[in-house]
């Protein structure tokens, strides 16, 4: 800021400032003058001519014409507004055409109609929709009658042939469509200049002649490509081109007239052969052509084809191979031609020559499988050793489609040779062989190859004897697609070499048993425990074996000895089971009390206490056993659901509530905790409060695990017209959830778009195939839609996989009424439970 040091300054300051500020403003003022005289504006460049106007007479105001706008845009616009057409209803059409038409409808009062045909004196309306369908109909009949004739005739005559008339069509009308897309003259133009610039180009002359076609001047096209064979007389492709274009003897001219120009081009050759019409004359073309091309491989391929007489054919193939003696083919036909020792001989030359073929090798093997000689002779070994030794072996992949071709044609022997001796080429040990394997097996399984598949599982085994997951895939196999037999042996060479594997042993003995082979089902479980005495999986297997078969006392027998040799809380639970199904609730109580004495964390045995009280119809004590259970097991949502039940039987919702609210305490994010707490409002009417629960619960619970709460709220919650939508959002939601896809499933039914309801019950079944609730929905719609053939499938696929989820299939399966029932039963019951 500045300083004044006194007043005369400050006056001095202020003086000169104003006269500063005075000169800027009279500048400025004289610059602004100075640019609008210079650059004047519009009103006043017209000044003059506005007054001018006064002396304009009102006639010549009135003449003058409408101001016009002028540029591009608007015009167009306003072009495209005036030219803009619209539909005209079928109504105005018709009346528009019968206007000048002579009525002659007769009305009921026998009065013809007016004029014009659209409307009579009565008021009544013709209805032109009928006249249409009269006319289709008539049109249907002379087609129909056309096509009984059969004939084809031109010009008037009236008889058609439908399929030869539409072809026709189709072919007439293509050069007129083709000219409106393609621009024919266009492209003829372009192709004339192509042509004369450059008229050894023979693609050029094939490309006119093509679009002469095209066109439908097939004359012009010949003519065209006829110049193109004068042009490129050396051009095997011009020269075919001209052979198509034409017709019987012409073709065979321009055939001939090829060759002379082109003696050495096997696909004239080939092609003049084509245009002969008896067998004959093709030999004698063939023979000409090996004159002038003796080592075409392709020509002596020909000439074989046209014999008829094994011997002659034989004897072509001699010459052949002799003139080409590096065709794999050649060498191959002509062994399969002569007499197995002639064969090997012919086989054994081929190998000299050709050294690194296979074909010849796999040849030479069935040769062998056929004299009897396979198994004794392993020509495939020798095979890939000289293979390696070329540098010729080729891909494991490879490999497996030639044994999958052998198995194919019977040569079933020559198919276990090449994968035994070629399966591992490729792969270190380094490499997930194992995997890479069961892959190969699955492959030629799902291609229908079986003996293929065993031979990778056999070779497989060699390498993993003790594989527990290959000796499984390959029992999998004989069940499927073998016999018993065949499988009983493979299952007991997977014992033999993992003696310590349950799983095995038990297939072992389920296999015998429900094959009838009761005392075989003993010996294998026999086995089993001296291999592994103390397996509780043996015992309850060997037990299950003898109560199916109504010794009961032998099972009770072996259920005490498991207890005392396998003492598990599976066990005593199954002990418990047993007697409850046999219907000795108080020995099973008391089975129960002594497990829990011992395993007081297992939840299951304080389920099975609290049920075995309600069958006694005690609910105190059932009460009592829930309520310390879940003390004792807080962590299991089964138990909290029963607990729940109970109350809610008892007719105490508010201690149901209550018990759920704790459970969802303690497993926060159930979802089976918060649907059963929104059925407990809803099966008591409290809609809104069932509503509410299950927002709260789609906030709470994973996504992933909401697949039971959208399946509630779609059937339960929602209004049937609301179904459909709420299930889409569901999938968004939840994607591939087994139930939601049967709920999708279940709406196509009630929509009755059936094929669409058995792709989505299909769906669920591919996403969980162990979830039994699913299986019985299908079972359910097929009772109603579907074929007895169909019903029978989806069962046996069942009883296959035996499900052991669900909410409905767990209830109705471990049911004790219903212990002794099949899979196939407890299916029927299930689907019969729905609703």
Same mark, same amino acid.
């Not at 013709?126 to 002379?142: H, W, Y």
């Not at 020509?379 to 050793?385: E, F, G, I, N």
């Not at 039940?645 to 994010?669: C, F, H, I, N, Y």
């Given at each position: 800021?500045?300083?004044?040091?006194s007043?005369?300054?400050?006056?001095v300051?202020i003086d000169?400032?104003?006269?500063?500020?005075?000169?800027r403003?009279?500048?400025e003022?004289?610059?602004?003058e100075?640019?609008?005289?210079?650059?004047?504006?519009?009103?006043?460049?017209f000044?003059?001519?506005?007054?001018g106007?006064e002396?304009?007479t009102?006639?010549e105001w009135? =003449?003058l014409?409408e101001?016009?706008d002028l540029?591009?845009k608007n015009r167009? =616009?306003?072009?495209?507004?005036?030219?803009r057409?619209?539909?005209v209803?079928d109504s105005?059409?018709?009346?528009?055409g019968?206007?000048g038409e002579?009525?002659?409808?007769?009305v009921?009062?026998g009065v013809?109609s007016?004029?014009?045909?659209?409307s009579?004196?009565?008021?009544t309306?013709t209805?032109f929709?009928k006249?249409?369908?009269?006319r289709?109909?008539v049109l249907?009949?002379?087609l129909?009658?056309?096509?009984?004739?059969?004939t084809v005739?031109s010009?008037?005559a009236?008889s058609?042939?439908?399929?030869?008339y539409?072809?026709s *069509?189709?072919?007439?009308q293509?050069?007129?469509?083709?000219?409106?897309?393609?621009?024919?003259?266009?492209?003829?133009?372009?192709?004339?200049?192509?042509?004369k610039?450059?008229p050894?180009?023979?693609p050029g002359?094939?490309a006119?002649?093509r679009l002469?076609?095209?066109?439908?001047k097939?004359?012009?096209?010949?003519?065209?490509?006829a110049?193109?064979c004068?042009?490129c007389?050396?051009?095997?492709?011009?020269?075919l081109?001209s052979?198509r *274009?034409?017709?019987g003897?012409?073709?065979k001219?321009i055939?001939a007239?090829a060759?002379?120009?082109?003696?050495r081009?096997?696909?004239?050759?080939?092609?003049?052969?084509?245009?002969?019409?008896d067998v004959?004359?093709?030999?004698r073309?063939?023979?000409h052509?090996l004159?002038?091309?003796?080592?075409s491989?392709a020509?002596?391929?020909?000439?074989v084809?046209?014999e008829?007489?094994?011997?002659?054919?034989?004897?072509?193939l001699?010459?052949a191979?002799?003139?080409?003696?590096?065709s794999?083919? *050649?060498?191959?036909?002509?062994?399969?031609l002569?007499?197995p020792?002639?064969a090997?001989?012919?086989l054994?030359?081929?190998?000299?020559h050709?050294?690194?073929s296979?074909e010849?090798?796999i040849?030479?093997a069935?040769?062998q499988?056929?004299?009897?000689?396979?198994e004794?002779?392993?020509v495939m070994?020798?095979?890939?050793?000289v293979?390696v030794?070329?540098s010729a072996m080729p891909?494991?992949?490879?490999w497996?489609?030639?044994?999958?071709?052998c198995e194919s #044609?019977g040569?079933i022997?020559?198919c276990?040779a090449?994968?035994r001796?070629?399966?591992?080429?490729?792969?270190d040990?380094d490499d997930?062989r194992?995997?890479?394997?069961?892959d190969d097996?699955?492959?030629?399984?799902?291609r229908g190859?079986y003996?293929?598949?065993r031979?990778?599982?056999?070779?497989?085994?060699r390498?993993?004897?003790?594989?527990?997951?290959?000796?499984?895939?390959a029992?999998?196999l004989e069940?499927?697609?073998?016999?018993?037999e065949d499988?009983w042996a493979?299952?007991?060479?997977?014992?033999n070499a993992?003696?310590?594997?349950e799983?095995?042993?038990?297939? *072992?003995?389920k296999e015998k048993?429900?094959a009838g082979?009761?005392d075989?089902?003993?010996r294998?479980?026999?086995r089993?425990?001296?291999q592994n005495?103390n397996?509780e999986?043996?015992?309850?297997?060997a037990?299950?074996?003898?109560?199916?078969?109504?010794?009961?006392?032998e099972?009770r027998?072996l259920?005490?000895?498991a207890r005392q040799?396998?003492?598990?809380?599976?066990v005593?639970m199954?002990?418990?089971?047993?007697?409850?199904?046999?219907?000795?609730?108080?020995a099973?109580?008391?089975?129960?009390?002594?497990?829990?004495?011992l395993f007081p964390a297992?939840?299951?045995l304080?389920?099975?206490?609290g049920?075995?009280?309600?069958?006694?119809d005690?609910p105190?004590q059932?009460?009592?056993a829930?309520s310390?259970?879940?003390?004792?097991?807080p962590? =299991?949502v089964p138990?909290w659901?029963?607990?729940?039940?109970?109350?809610?039987?008892l007719?105490?919702l508010?201690k149901a509530?209550?018990?759920?609210?704790?459970?969802?305490?303690?497993v926060?994010?159930s979802?089976e905790?918060w649907?059963?707490?929104v059925r407990?409002e809803r099966?008591?009417?409290?809609?809104k409060?069932?509503?509410s629960?299950?927002e709260?619960a789609?906030?709470?619970?994973p996504?992933?695990d909401?697949?039971i709460?959208?399946?509630?709220?779609?059937?339960h919650?929602?209004t049937?017209p609301q179904?459909k939508?709420?299930?889409?959002e569901?999938?968004?939601?939840v994607d591939?959830?087994p139930?939601?896809l049967v709920a999708v499933?279940?709406i196509?039914?009630?929509?009755?778009?059936?094929?669409?309801a058995q792709n989505?019950? #299909?769906?669920?079944?591919?996403?969980?195939?162990?979830?039994g609730d699913?299986w019985?929905w299908?079972y359910?719609?097929?009772l109603?839609?579907?074929?007895?053939?169909k019903?029978?499938?989806v069962?046996s696929?069942c009883?296959s996989?035996e499900?052991?989820h669900?909410?409905?299939?767990?209830a109705i399966a471990k049911?004790?009424?219903?212990?002794?029932?099949?899979?196939e039963?407890i299916?029927k019951?299930?689907a019969?439970e729905?609703?």
């Amino acid at each position: 800021m500045r300083r004044w040091t006194s007043g005369g300054e400050q006056e001095v300051w202020i003086d000169y400032r104003r006269l500063f500020h005075t000169n800027r403003e009279a500048r400025e003022k004289a610059e602004r003058e100075e640019y609008e005289r210079k650059n004047p504006k519009i009103q006043q460049q017209f000044a003059d001519l506005k007054r001018g106007l006064e002396a304009v007479t009102e006639e010549e105001w009135a =003449s003058l014409p409408e101001v016009g706008d002028l540029t591009g845009k608007n015009r167009r =616009s306003k072009q495209a507004r005036q030219q803009r057409f619209y539909a005209v209803p079928d109504s105005v059409l018709a009346a528009a055409g019968s206007a000048g038409e002579l009525g002659t409808t007769v009305v009921d009062d026998g009065v013809t109609s007016t004029t014009g045909g659209s409307s009579s004196q009565d008021g009544t309306m013709t209805n032109f929709a009928k006249i249409g369908q009269a006319r289709d109909k008539v049109l249907q009949v002379r087609l129909d009658q056309a096509s009984q004739n059969g004939t084809v005739t031109s010009g008037n005559a009236t008889s058609v042939d439908p399929k030869g008339y539409l072809t026709s *069509l189709a072919k007439s009308q293509l050069p007129e469509s083709a000219a409106q897309v393609g621009d024919i003259n266009r492209v003829r133009e372009l192709l004339e200049s192509v042509i004369k610039t450059n008229p050894n180009n023979g693609p050029g002359w094939i490309a006119a002649a093509r679009l002469e076609e095209l066109a439908g001047k097939i004359v012009a096209a010949r003519n065209v490509i006829a110049r193109g064979c004068e042009h490129c007389p050396k051009n095997e492709d011009v020269w075919l081109e001209s052979i198509r *274009l034409n017709e019987g003897r012409n073709a065979k001219v321009i055939a001939a007239q090829a060759i002379q120009k082109n003696n050495r081009s096997v696909r004239l050759w080939v092609e003049a052969m084509k245009l002969e019409d008896d067998v004959r004359s093709k030999k004698r073309v063939i023979r000409h052509a090996l004159d002038h091309i003796p080592e075409s491989e392709a020509l002596w391929k020909e000439a074989v084809n046209l014999e008829e007489d094994p011997d002659n054919a034989r004897l072509l193939l001699a010459k052949a191979t002799e003139l080409i003696p590096l065709s794999v083919d *050649l060498w191959l036909a002509l062994a399969r031609l002569e007499t197995p020792e002639n064969a090997q001989k012919v086989l054994n030359k081929a190998r000299k020559h050709c050294p690194t073929s296979h074909e010849i090798w796999i040849a030479a093997a069935r040769l062998q499988e056929q004299l009897g000689q396979g198994e004794k002779v392993n020509v495939m070994k020798r095979a890939a050793q000289v293979l390696v030794k070329e540098s010729a072996m080729p891909k494991r992949e490879e490999w497996i489609a030639e044994a999958e071709k052998c198995e194919s #044609e019977g040569a079933i022997i020559t198919c276990g040779a090449i994968i035994r001796e070629t399966l591992g080429y490729g792969l270190d040990e380094d490499d997930d062989r194992k995997d890479t394997w069961l892959d190969d097996a699955r492959g030629s399984i799902n291609r229908g190859m079986y003996e293929t598949a065993r031979a990778i599982y056999a070779y497989a085994l060699r390498v993993f004897p003790t594989s527990k997951t290959i000796w499984l895939a390959a029992a999998d196999l004989e069940r499927n697609h073998g016999s018993k037999e065949d499988l009983w042996a493979v299952l007991e060479k997977a014992v033999n070499a993992v003696p310590r594997s349950e799983v095995l042993w038990m297939m *072992l003995a389920k296999e015998k048993w429900q094959a009838g082979e009761i005392d075989s089902a003993r010996r294998v479980l026999a086995r089993a425990f001296q291999q592994n005495p103390n397996n509780e999986d043996i015992w309850l297997a060997a037990v299950k074996l003898e109560a199916e078969n109504g010794h009961i006392d032998e099972a009770r027998d072996l259920l005490k000895t498991a207890r005392q040799e396998a003492p598990t809380d599976r066990v005593w639970m199954k002990s418990a089971v047993f007697e409850r199904q046999l219907g000795d609730l108080d020995a099973a109580l008391d089975l129960v009390q002594q497990a829990l004495n011992l395993f007081p964390a297992s939840a299951k045995l304080w389920m099975m206490k609290g049920q075995i009280y309600e069958d006694l119809d005690k609910p105190l004590q059932a009460r009592e056993a829930y309520s310390t259970g879940v003390k004792a097991v807080p962590k =299991s949502v089964p138990l909290w659901l029963l607990y729940s039940r109970l109350e809610e039987k008892l007719g105490q919702l508010p201690k149901a509530r209550s018990v759920l609210d704790r459970a969802r305490l303690a497993v926060p994010k159930s979802a089976e905790l918060w649907c059963e707490s929104v059925r407990v409002e809803r099966r008591a009417q409290n809609m809104k409060q069932a509503e509410s629960l299950m927002e709260r619960a789609l906030r709470d619970v994973p996504k992933p695990d909401q697949g039971i709460l959208w399946n509630e709220k779609i059937w339960h919650l929602t209004t049937r017209p609301q179904r459909k939508p709420r299930s889409l959002e569901a999938i968004k939601e939840v994607d591939n959830d087994p139930t939601l896809l049967v709920a999708v499933a279940r709406i196509f039914w009630g929509e009755r778009r059936l094929e669409k309801a058995q792709n989505w019950f #299909e769906k669920a079944l591919v996403r969980d195939s162990d979830l039994g609730d699913s299986w019985a929905w299908y079972y359910k719609f097929l009772l109603e839609h579907g074929t007895e053939e169909k019903r029978e499938e989806v069962i046996s696929k069942c009883v296959s996989v035996e499900p052991r989820h669900g909410e409905v299939w767990q209830a109705i399966a471990k049911n004790p009424k219903n212990a002794k029932k099949s899979v196939e039963e407890i299916l029927k019951l299930v689907a019969a439970e729905l609703q």
